[in-house]
């Protein structure tokens, strides 16, 4: 959980898709606030989304390599 970054600098990076974040995080039941975020090593990007506690909630298309 010490490497996760804010989903918050995730937002900020995709700026124009911020609604398609949210909507991922709501179908999570995670507020923007309480999760945290990794890149995925995949085919495509990806980052896994983790919870409060450092569990792993789910993905969202985004590169999450900043």
Same mark, same amino acid.
């Given at each position: ?7 918050? =600098? ?9 609604? =398609?974040?949210? +909507?991922?995080?709501? =179908? ?33 298309? /985004? +590169?999450? /390599?900043?």
């Amino acid at each position: 959980m010490a490497d996760a970054k804010t989903v918050d =600098e995730l937002m900020q990076r995709y700026p124009r898709r911020r609604a =398609e974040l949210e +909507d991922r995080l709501r =179908e999570m039941n995670l507020a923007a606030s309480q999760a945290r975020y990794l890149p995925v090593v995949a085919r495509r990007d990806w980052v896994v989304i983790l919870n409060e506690r450092g569990d792993v909630a789910g993905y969202a298309p /985004f +590169d999450g /390599f900043l």
